[in-house]
């Protein structure tokens, strides 16, 4: 957003307080820097990072950590997002994916062709929402909502109904191994993150899905196959889930259809819409919504190390949220800095 | 103007044939019992639904519906330790309700903040909110209770009528009536089928918006006492995720998701139809419950392209 669209831009020099709040990256990463200051002055040792037994030991690690499948879905999520679209079906695509990868590691299947089967199950899933949303034009919300409310009943149909554990040493080192003192799920995020931007923002698929969800019609008259754009939004946010599922169900080394990746769509949607993604599409943007996966993750752990009681997490949660996406709001920040104005003259 | 009627023509005929697999697969399927039962049983979600419909028509969505009934819930129980009665807890927190909804309906027009992602706030801060009160099922021993659950109409043949289910259909009545003979309900279809057009027309969008959310948070609310009466307990993880099942029992009620085209009295039968598949699920005996979430999702799909072959050829239709 330009200084010629911001009218409450009050020109001093070259970073004006409008300017710079009207950034699209102003108001997550300070929502992340209050929260760790929080921590800061809450729990002293927030920001140590130590080896133990050959791995990175700290709350900010720790952050980062459980982060992980969040942050695999919201990625996805973003991309929908950008296209107009919603995906409700992400916790459902985790059940599903963990399922079929329990079964298949009990069939003795070498890991990597597991692997590769289990990511082609959340492609699968991402392309029937595709089709849906794209081929038959159904509303995302709805068309999404289809795979979350029977999706569950599908990984509990493959595990049939019971929570099928399993032990895997790929797997595991997947999840919760480490790497060079680094835990893996980390690089593993790391270079999902890599990857989406490499293949969104190095080529024009970006460009493309932006231009789908910033308005399809326009879109597919400048010559863009919209209908296979969108297929590939969808495509790519059932990769990412299946990837998230991979993690998860390697965490507990089991599939527990009920529960895995329950309301991760919430937190992802949030975080999308915390880094700046808008819900009308048109526009994402892949390192901010890491940010607001930072903030809720970090919300989370802060409330930990604080020594609240977990039951206030849910509470507090919804509190920074409404805050974050009030003071996003360009229009209520113009009338409040509106009634100071009138005030001082 | 048949056009208008199609999608609930198509709900009420998808319940009588799910209705009548039923009748015809088991001895005591159509037995006023079963229909007082599926009436009873899924009353607090369509008392939900009724008020999501106004939502949805309006073009918008509420998901805070779930949340708001474990809310309410767990508040009035624990309201009853206190030794209040249950219906002045229970007007209370329907107070509560409206003002709860006026205030999501308040941001989201003020502040042009999506819908979606203002309700799903509203979400975490009212489940956030059970579990302050209340980590556990806290039982509501008021006498009231005993006597809301024994109240009832014979249907004959050993069916009953229950108080949940009357007050069920008292609301949707009463819905009906705002939606299709009020100025209100005539602002919330226009509002929903083109927002910016309405405006032009003079509908006062920010106070019709403030009042759909508001009669959303009434009505989720009212959902949540009825439950809680029904259940005669408060519970921090009620109604988790019934704002899926409020949304789909509109959806399958015949209201398009778009805004604008629908009607409140399709959403009894989208709930119902929900129940009835649940029924039948048990009925049946050797079908796990996982089969009830497959049925139902299947379900939506049939009629989500159903109604898209319908509303195709009505969009054209206009367009000429």
Redesign the interface.
Known sequence: MDRADNPQAIAVGRWSLGEITGRSWFWPVTALALIFLVDAVVSPGFFSIRIVQGRLFGSLIDVLYRGTPTALVALGMAVVIGAKGIDLSVGAVVAIVGAVMTNLIHRDMSPPLILALTLGTGVLCGMWNGFLVAILDIQPIIATLILMVAGRGVALLIDEGLIVTFRSDFFSAISTGEFLTVPSRILVCAGAFLALWVVLRRTALGLFIESVGANSAAADLAGINARLVKIAAYTLSGLCSGLAGVLICGDIRGSDSNNAGLFIELDAILAVVIGGGSLAGGRFFLGLTIVGVLVIQGLTTSILVSGLPAQYNMIVKGAVVLIVLLLQSRRLRQSVVGVFLRRSS | MRDRYLPLLATVTVFVLVYAVGAVSFRHFLSTNVLGDLLTDNAFIIIAAIGETFVILSGG?DLSVGSMIGFVGVVMAHLDTLGWHPLASGALLIAFGVGFGAFQGL?ID?????P???T??????????C??VS?DSVPIKHPFVDVFSDWHFGLGGGGRLSSSAIVMLAVLAAGVVVAHFTRFGANVYAIGGDRASAALMGVPIRRTTVGIYALAGFYSALGGVVYALYTGSGYPLAGLGDE?IA??AV?LGGTL??GGVGLVFGTLFGGLIQGLITTLVNFQGTL?S?????F???L??VF??AQ?TIMGSFMTRRAV
């Open positions: 969505i941001v003020f502040c042009e903040i999506q979606f992602i203002i799903l706030a509203g979400l975490f801060l009212l489940r956030g909110g579990f302050m980590l899926l949304i789909a959806v998701l778009t796990t996982w089969w009830a979430t497959i139902v999702g299947v939506l799909f989500i392209v898209r």
